[in-house]
């Protein structure tokens, strides 16, 4: 959400701002809606000041003893008048924040200017990409291959996008929860946090999903609850309409969730397997920090992303996403993207944002430093890792000649096995 004030004073500015991130503003919409606004405030405010001047006068009027009921139906007018007025300024005022609430945040200054992804940064590769002896085969084959993925049980459970894990399979999703939760707290300072996986149309409105997004999420009939796309909502929401101690900031916080997206947007991209999917799991990164330390938070939260990718021995690289393919939300991104060999390309297999005051200014939530003012604060958030997609990319990168998989040394103890084969996976 922006801020009306900034909004009003510097509207041409924003709307080339948006422009390189692809979005027409419609200034003269918003011009429409703030005169009129400032019409109707100003007639309510010149009436108020004209009731409160007949009110004193018809008071000394009645003291001397003269009639005064006509200049009393006066009165009764305009205050009738008055309270349409107000209305009418209440009725702008949603209207106002219906317009505020679909305009996407302004990019920050840093971020490359560009059309589309074809514009994105590449910033640094870690890993090399391995040489294999035989040609690699993609999860989608080699996972039902193993007996560790069943996509067709899940379709028949629930439909496309959906997928079942057998043995190992199963076991080496939860080792991955585990290993980036026990990272992420023990090494990165994060705090562990649990929160329901089911969330009220404030909280998506307050980390921007809503109401532009409603599409891409799954609704509970008969109540207003969603099913959570990502813990960074029921996360971020943690502090709305709350005024936090600026002592305490920044405040990182890790959580697992299991996640869902209707992915309407991603029609015909990325069928096969499981890279996108209906229902998947997810451990994330949150922090609220004051709007001078979000930019090297930023750069930490993704430090501690890549940390994992690197433990695991996972080849990616790092690409700062242009004004064009950044999120609603976002004011900076950067993707870090593994290397699948099975598909011969990177995929994102993690977002990591600052979303400055934006998210904060929608969700209220601010900070004080000492006795001063409450300001907002800025919030980030990123995928540290997503599960998934790391699960894919340990299939696709440590397979071996026979169909085996072997486990990177980093994950052995969480998983109990240095190799997955088939004997790890279905009985039935």
Request: aromatic content about 10%.
């Amino acid at each position: 959400m922006h801020d009306l004030q900034f909004f009003r004073s510097h509207i041409d500015t924003i709307r080339e701002r948006l422009l390189g991130r692809g979005y027409a503003l419609d200034v003269d919409a918003f011009r429409d809606l703030d005169a009129r606004r400032r019409q109707y405030v100003t007639e309510s405010e010149r009436l108020k000041a004209e009731r409160n001047q007949a009110t004193a006068e018809i008071g000394k009027l009645r003291r001397e003893g003269v009639d005064t009921s006509g200049r009393q139906q006066q009165v009764r007018a305009i205050g009738e008048r008055i309270a349409e007025l107000d209305h009418q300024v209440e009725e702008l005022d949603t209207e106002f924040r219906d317009f505020l609430a679909r305009v996407p945040n302004l990019p920050n200054e840093s971020v490359p200017v560009g059309r589309d992804e074809h514009a994105n940064q590449e910033i640094h590769r870690w890993g090399a990409p391995r040489e294999f002896s035989f040609v690699p085969k993609a999860h989608w084959d080699l996972g039902p291959e193993l007996g560790i993925l069943d996509l067709e049980r899940a379709a028949k459970i629930a439909g496309a996008r959906f997928a079942v894990y057998w043995g190992l399979g199963a076991r080496l999703e939860r080792a991955l929860i585990n290993f980036m939760l026990d990272i992420h707290i023990r090494e990165h300072g994060y705090q562990e946090v649990l929160p329901p996986f089911l969330v009220n149309s404030d909280s998506l409105f307050g980390t921007g999903q809503l109401p532009k997004f409603a599409e891409d999420l799954f609704k509970c009939e008969k109540y207003d609850l969603w099913l959570a796309p990502t813990a960074e909502v029921p996360v971020t929401n943690l502090f709305r309409d709350e005024t936090l101690n600026g002592d305490v900031l920044p405040i990182s916080l890790c959580a697992y969730t299991p996640c869902f997206r209707s992915e309407a947007g991603s029609y015909g991209r990325d069928v096969r397997g499981i890279i996108r999917q209906h229902q998947f799991q997810k451990v994330e990164l949150v922090k609220f920090t004051r709007p001078e330390q979000s930019a090297a938070e930023l750069e930490k939260l993704t430090r501690n992303a890549e940390t994992i990718l690197e433990k695991l021995e996972l080849p990616y690289r790092r690409v700062a996403l242009c004004t064009g393919d950044l999120g609603f939300s976002s004011a900076k991104t950067y993707d870090l993207e593994v290397w699948l060999p099975g598909q011969n390309a990177y995929k994102e297999i993690s977002s990591c944002s600052n979303f400055e005051a934006f998210q904060a200014r929608r969700a209220q939530i601010r900070y004080r430093a000492g006795k001063g003012k409450p300001e907002f604060v800025h919030t980030l958030n990123g995928s540290g890792l997503a599960v998934g997609r790391t699960w894919v990319a340990i299939v696709e990168n440590y397979q071996e000649a026979d169909g085996s998989v072997r486990v990177p040394v980093a994950l052995q103890p969480y998983l109990g096995a240095e190799r997955i084969d088939r004997s790890g996976g279905r009985l039935i």
